[in-house]
């Protein structure tokens, strides 16, 4: 009889168990929607200097013995009221933009930037860690009339590119007044590139007819399933020519002494070669040139972050509960 009523005992346990992380899951469920309602995201502000100044600081303490550490405090201590009392810092604002092929990532960009043009004085110093192999053109050239608008406000803008800048992400970098780059940072690939397959023969190959119907004589040049025709890939190929001048003529605009002849081919070199084409103009990380102005900036980080779909906040709560409930379960 014992038995039975613990094997019940159990059993009615391992439900409430189960009935209540069923219902943890809704409840977070339910609040993450009503959350995601509102808004799609916010703008984040973050103060890199404080960072940047109190991790020095730390380790400069750290190195001390007792003694001169606690001398050290307080002249720091000292020194920042004084910097709190005196004239306030220069400032400069911080964008970091690593961008996908198809640039979706400028929304986000577009708000950042809208919010610094409405405070920033003209003068100020714009830093855009800029990261992309490049992508679609309208997205690209969006991305670069986003950062046009700083210049616009009269903001000396630095664009600092660790890894890459290539094709739509160097159109993006051009823009600025002083490109950086750390030494093997790829940079360049002016040009253009379209490509698509063509299943024609393989309908063909299986009766399979293959209908389309425009209006316009170059509605459409080349086609996935349909016999393309040299005039086709003529008029496709004068298309990209077009955009690829149109590329030139937007670098052109703010880098005039590039020889077009030797940039403009389509190739990359890394940013030691790149420097020496007028590609980029000095040769630094984003980390040292921040840190070099640490004690004479205040820096903030100004990011738009996008709040993400409920599966994905949701998705790793339910799997660490119902990971829970079955190890407990398993070992009962």
Request: net charge positive; proline share 2%.
């Amino acid at each position: 009889m014992w038995d039975i009523a613990q094997e019940l005992i159990v059993f009615v346990l391992k439900a409430a168990i189960i009935v209540f992380a069923i219902m943890m899951v809704a409840g977070v469920m339910t609040q993450v929607a009503q959350r995601q309602k509102g808004k799609k995201g916010e703008l984040v502000v973050d103060r890199l200097s404080d960072d940047l100044r109190d991790g020095v600081h730390r380790l400069k303490l750290e190195l001390l013995d007792k003694k001169h550490r606690k001398k050290a405090q307080k002249a720091l201590k000292k020194q920042k009221k004084e910097e709190k009392d005196g004239e306030p810092r220069k400032r400069i604002f911080v964008v970091d933009f690593k961008g996908s092929m198809d640039a979706h990532e400028v929304d986000a960009l577009r708000r950042e930037v809208n919010a610094i043009v409405a405070v920033a004085e003209p003068g100020e110093q714009v830093m855009v860690r800029l990261e992309s192999p490049g992508g679609v053109v309208h997205g690209y050239g969006l991305g670069a009339a986003q950062l046009q608008r700083l210049r616009d406000a009269e903001l000396e803008l630095i664009v600092s590119v660790d890894k890459v800048a290539a094709s739509g992400g160097y159109m993006m970098a051009s823009v600025a007044n002083h490109i950086q780059a750390a030494p093997f940072a790829i940079i360049g690939s002016i040009g253009v590139l379209a490509q698509l397959p063509n299943f024609h023969r393989w309908l063909k190959k299986h009766e399979v007819d293959f209908e389309q119907v425009t209006a316009g004589e170059y509605k459409r040049t080349l086609t996935m399933f349909g016999e393309n025709t040299e005039d086709g890939r003529r008029k496709f190929k004068q298309d990209l020519e077009n955009i690829h001048e149109q590329f030139k003529e937007h670098i052109r605009k703010y880098r005039p002494e590039l020889d077009f002849d030797k940039v403009a081919t389509g190739e990359y070199w890394t940013a030691q070669e790149a420097l020496n084409y007028g590609l980029v103009d000095s040769l630094t990380t984003s980390d040292a040139w921040l840190l070099e102005r640490r004690e004479s900036h205040d820096m903030f980080l100004v990011r738009y972050v996008v709040k993400k779909n409920i599966g994905e906040r949701v998705g790793r709560n339910v799997s660490a509960v119902l990971y829970a409930v079955k190890n407990f379960l398993s070992k009962n």
